[in-house]
């Protein structure tokens, strides 16, 4: 009894902080699969089923920066909207009009470069500019 008691103080503090590291890397990898973001935009999330094309656009002006990104994936506009709408007001986004919203001083539009009747997959563009001053 007396060397459980010894084995079990021993290998606990030296196991603890494995278990916790552990547990931490499958949170994170958890937080990365169920929610990812526009790698550019870093406070843009990115919808279930949209991946990120390569190839956005940054610039830092001193008004603000200005972004483009594009995401595309097997998705319905109707959708897409729908998850915009109801993540984005979350995040402190005001809906300005159908697919705009504004943060501060900064305006984000959701549009779809393709048009109605484009094709699968859908491609989704995310433009953010500061506001007009």
Do not use: C, H
């Not at 290998?11 to 494995?18: C, K, N, T």
């Not at 890397?25 to 169920?34: E, F, H, K, R």
């Amino acid at each position: 009894m007396k060397r459980r008691k010894f084995f079990i103080a021993l290998i606990v503090p030296l196991v603890a902080p494995l278990v916790a590291a552990l547990a931490l890397s499958g949170a994170a990898y958890a937080q990365q699969d169920n929610g990812a973001f526009i790698s550019i935009i870093d406070d843009l999330p990115l919808m279930p089923g949209l991946v990120e094309e390569a190839g956005g656009v940054v610039f830092d002006s001193p008004g603000g920066r200005i972004v483009q990104a594009y995401a595309s994936g097997n998705v319905s506009q109707g959708a897409v909207r729908a998850f915009y709408s109801e993540t984005l007001p979350q995040l402190g986004w005001r809906p300005l009009s159908v697919g705009v919203y504004q943060r501060e001083s900064e305006i984000l539009k959701v549009e779809f470069p393709g048009g109605p009747g484009a094709p699968p997959p859908l491609t989704v563009g995310f433009s953010l500019a500061p506001t007009a001053p």
